[in-house]
């Protein structure tokens, strides 16, 4: 299937969507921070990420326009618990950057799953 950068800084919703992905046969890698996420994306080159938008360091904007400047076809699904924080709208900076989907944490996982499947077909095809 396919290799999946998981970047969130909230080790609890890593723990509740890396085991969801494994079970679908995905390879998952992770990252606790955009700077670490960035990293691992150069040296893993995987083939869709998943970014939190609130993340310490540098934001998922940040990590969605680093990730755009390194390879223009990267597969990125935003996430975040919260659509505004500090009067900053997460969902519309996401889709500002060039995220090829954005879902709310609390989505359930099996939306989560599918918008990760769409998105890896969408780029396949």
């Known amino acids: 299937m396919a290799l999946i950068l998981l970047i969130d800084d909230d080790g609890f919703y890593r723990s509740i969507i890396r ?3 494994e079970e679908s046969g ?24 998943i970014t939190d938008m609130r993340l310490p360091g540098f934001d998922g904007g940040e990590v969605i326009r680093r990730l755009r ?3 223009g076809r990267a597969r990125i699904l935003a996430v975040s618990g919260a659509a505004t924080f500090y009067n900053v ?26 918008e990760v499947n769409r998105i890896l077909d969408a780029r396949a095809a």
């Open 89 to 114: 709208d997460y969902f519309q900076l996401a889709k500002e950057v060039g995220a090829d989907a954005i879902l709310r944490k609390l989505d359930p996982v099996e939306r989560v799953l599918a």
């Open 19 to 21: 085991p969801i992905l």
């Open 69 to 71: 400047e390194m390879d």
């Open 26 to 49: 995905h390879q998952v890698i992770e990252a606790q921070d955009g700077l670490e996420g960035v990293e691992r994306f150069r040296a893993q080159g995987p083939d869709l990420v």
